[in-house]
């Protein structure tokens, strides 16, 4: 207990976990919505400079790995150890989050009209639970967090939410949960696995990955957290709660969900589900990688026929994590790092159309494109955001998009097997799809002439709204003219864990469940080796 | 065997708690009528004899055999006489206001909990079957009244009747098969029925329709699928803040006894397997039958009265593999209930006003923002029930699937899995009617209650702090049964 007080008060990650739930005490007794609509923003900042300074600390290509010290026991009986760390791997979805927390609070300043004191609660809990998820290193913790996310998102949906409110949020309670719910049995079995073989029980993410399992325990697990990842994803055919739960969501909630909810997901099967069951992973690549393709291409045809902005923004989103998934189960470093980058960047373009549909949407009520039409004309800030952003979105090379898809696709096309380069051959359909659904959208809003008399008087975008959409923007030109710094610091850790989990797949198969000698976390799931001083430095 | 049946002074400490409350329930029977202004203070004197009880098994019990072996008292049984004491204090706080709204305050409210508490944690500690059934009709009774305390309205006489009917029937079972063990096996201890079963003694029809007999008995106080009918009726009528203690500490002792009458059966090589297999059955049907049933209820009392069914079923999974470690997620679990369930009946207690209607879960809508303090617990009792992290309510889930995990029972965990997200749904719905609606009955104002309200509070505070901090708890109850040898 007084070393995590230590950690808490510390420039360190533990403190960049829990800030934001420790922020919710003072929260409780600020009734009045401005007030409590400052404070979250004010602690949104606070927050994003912890993280930023966190990472800026250690910037640097290979990104070390961060641990807060040693792992300390948290439920000693049964080896539940409070452990966390960051590495190349986590640091951009980390930073990804901290960057949305202040952004999301004034992107609902205005759309939030009831309750921001409990927005604000939820918002900061939920924030507490994706950095934790994002940071632990201890399965059992790693599901806490999981879940942990779940009641404020299911609030946020619930309560602030549109028309289908309470249906759109129980449905995506539902089936998060009974994936999740898979998760845990599947921790179980693994906990109870390392305790037969080594004697103590432990849920620590290093000691679960000497675990070999032969092959059908492998497919039955990999299974379970494969359905519990890919809802969170969510991949067809398991992505019916996602539509709902966006067009219902409040703005802000919007884009936390697009914007790294979803990225849990494929994190999940890139920090644990691939590492823990190579050879399951290995045997049901094609499976998964199909299904990654019927996303890609079925969520473009979906977005095509959408007369609602939301929802085709939604169902595009199913496309592109299909093609972060393809990318993570091409089991190539470029096509890895493509999917890293691309998590990101489906961050920072959704999140920024989600805001901008919020925006239009605050303005006159609807979503539809068959109220809008020759925005451009009335409002020329918010066509340029919506064109800059679309066009990211869309993969236009110069942007963030084009490099995460670029990298995917080559990456998988240059594997050895026939059927993967196919399916990244049909998968470039689904950028063309892209640019068909989203130029769609962009040229019946703002295109073409005004045909609704309202329409002419809409404001233009305030300079509250520019602010917000302005970093996402920048940071899309960024990425999308030099990726290089946004990919070298996650490179080595991507292809240290390339390595041990291409080592992993050609072991000999076992019959029973056998034992690997201990190697250090860095060497086999988790990227590099701390260089001493700077790292020791941060922990300070 | 000692042919004395002299009583030691070491005897007399090892039932010191049931002492002490039954002089306290006789005490405040007498200050009722001898010293009626003292009304007021009965709740803090009776919260001094639950406190006191506890204090007394926490230290003076010795631990070991008493009374020739009819009691045996551990480490395992002093934590279960905490939870049922536990249980008693939140009851008894939550009792104040309610009593004083409706007229009822008075002595034997008191006496008869503190009774019946002092029944339970006797039988816990019985290792004689025919001590088992005095204290469990100590309990009972007290409970038969208890539950149509409510003497004006109608449905607490339905209520009591009810459960008067079924228990006396029950009790009945019980007696049956405590004869029928007794004639085969020779003996109503129950290490020497053990043995004698071992031996192979006696006719093994007889001796599996005895434990049968009893299995039911103390499935019926559990409230386990086939035996809960008379749950959601009893606890739809009865005073809501005895429910706080009818839904949790007689099945606290209860199970305590069945784990023992299990154990014992399964010293029969012929019949040690038939018993995991009927234990596993009823947790299936308790855990599915349980949660559906829940689903479709209107009234928040009924809703809890087949939660506490589905939860028993949970509870009973470490039971189907028994061991020693079956009781550390036993008394986890029993504790966490014990929290969650006391502190939902609490808050129900001080949201609903009228106890002749129904309690409809409709009515609470939009309450979330007009008692934000209530609601939050209530809220946190929900989640808990339903398992979510980071309650203790999910630990204590956690801890019975790990069970069943580890002692290859993977499938029974998967319908445990499958009955919890059943019960999410419906949990949810609570939390959904608090926050997501609009108000469609405004409440009805009326004078603080603050011992409720730091009944549901101490629960749900103790609820989401034990859950994100549960190292202590769990360490102690890990090493209390390592200690047991």
Known sequence: ?540 | MSPSYAVSTADLWSIAPEIWLAGAGALLLLLDAFLPALKRAFTPLSLVATLGAGWLAWTSVPTGPSFHGTLDANAITCALTLIVLLAASLALLASDGYLRREGLLSGEYHALLLWSSAGMTLMLRANELLTVFIALELLSICLYALAGYHRRIAVAAEAAIKYFLMGAFVSAFVLLGIALLYGETGSSRIPEIARALAEGKGSLALEALGVVLLIAGFGFKMSLVPFHAWSPDTYQGAPTPFVAFLSVAPKAASVAVLIKIVAAASASAPLAPKWSTVVSLLAVLSMLGGNLLALVQRDLKRMLAYSGVAHMGYLLIPLASLNRDSWVSVLVYLFAYALMNAGAFAVATLLFDKPGEQHLISDLSGWGYRFPVKSACLAICMLSLGGIPPTLGFLGKYLVFLHAVENHQIWLAAVGVLASLVGVFYYLRVVYVLYMKDEVKAPVAKAGDFLGNLSAGLAALLTLVLGLWPGPVLGWVADAVARLG
Request: aromatic content about 12%; overall charge positive.
């Open chain 1, 1 to 540: 207990m007084d070393t995590f007080l230590q950690l808490l008060a510390g420039n360190t990650l533990t403190r960049l976990i829990f800030f934001p739930a420790l922020a919710c005490l003072p929260l409780l007794f600020i009734r009045r919505d401005g007030a409590a609509r400052a404070y979250a923003l004010l602690v949104g900042l606070i927050e994003a400079a912890f993280g930023i300074g966190l990472v800026w600390a250690n910037w640097g290509s290979p990104f070390p790995l961060l641990r807060d010290g040693a792992p300390l026991p948290w439920i000693p009986s049964w080896g539940i150890q409070y452990s966390v760390g960051m590495d190349g791997i986590s640091m951009p979805l980390v930073l990804l989050s901290v960057i949305l927390l202040p952004i999301v609070v004034i992107g609902s300043w205005e759309g939030i009209h009831k309750n921001w004191q409990g927005f604000a609660l939820s918002l900061l809990l939920l924030t507490t639970g994706i950095l934790g998820a994002l940071l632990a290193l201890d399965l059992f913790l790693f599901y806490i967090f999981w879940e942990v996310m779940l009641i404020p998102m299911y609030l946020i949906i619930g309560i602030w939410g549109g028309q289908r409110r309470v249906y759109a949020a129980v449905k995506f309670f539902l089936f998060t949960m009974a994936g999740s719910l898979l998760m845990l049995l599947a921790i179980l079995w693994l906990a109870w696995t390392y305790k037969e073989m080594a004697g103590a029980w432990s849920f620590a993410f290093a000691d679960l990955l000497r675990l070999q399992l032969p092959a059908s325990e492998q497919a039955w697990l990999f299974g379970a957290f494969a359905i519990a990842f890919a809802i969170k994803v969510p991949m067809f055919p398991l992505h019916t709660w996602l539509p709902d739960a966006h067009v219902e969501a409040p703005t802000g909630g919007s884009v936390i969900l697009a914007g790294i909810l979803l990225k849990l997901g494929t994190y999940g099967f890139l920090r644990f589900a691939l590492p823990l069951f190579p050879q399951a992973s290995q045997r049901y690549a094609p499976l998964m990688a199909g299904l990654a393709l019927v996303g890609i291409l079925y969520g473009a045809l979906v977005a095509w026929v959408q007369a609602d902005m939301k929802k085709l923004v939604a169902y595009s989103s199913i496309a592109h994590l299909g093609f972060v998934m393809l990318g993570l189960f091409a089991f190539d470093l470029m096509a890895w790092q493509g999917a890293l980058l691309q998590m990101v960047n489906h961050g920072l373009s959704t999140g920024a159309l989600f805001l901008i549909v919020g925006m239009i949407y605050e303005r006159r009520h609807t979503k539809e494109f068959a109220q809008f039409g020759g925005l451009a004309k009335v409002m020329p800030w918010f066509a340029f955001f919506l064109v800059f952003s679309t066009l990211s979105s869309v993969g236009l090379p110069g942007l963030n998009g084009f490099v995460g898809e670029f990298l995917i696709l080559a990456g998988t096309f240059t594997s050895k097997s026939i059927a993967l380069r196919g399916v990244a051959a049909t998968a470039t359909f689904g950028v063309v799809l892209a640019a068909v659904y989203l130029l769609k959208m962009v040229a019946a809003t703002i295109w073409g002439p005004i045909k609704h008399e309202e329409n002419r008087s809409l404001k233009d975008l305030s300079w509250r709204e520019k602010l917000l959409l302005a970093p996402l923007c920048l940071l899309m030109l960024w990425i999308g003219v030099a990726p290089e710094p946004f990919l070298a610091p996650s490179r080595p850790a991507l292809a240290a864990v390339l390595t041990s989990y291409q080592a992993r797949v050609t072991e000999i198969p076992v019959n029973t469940v056998a034992l690997r000698p201990e190697a250090p976390l860095s060497e086999v799931a988790l990227g590099v080796q701390p260089p001493g001083p700077v790292a020791a430095e941060a922990r300070q």
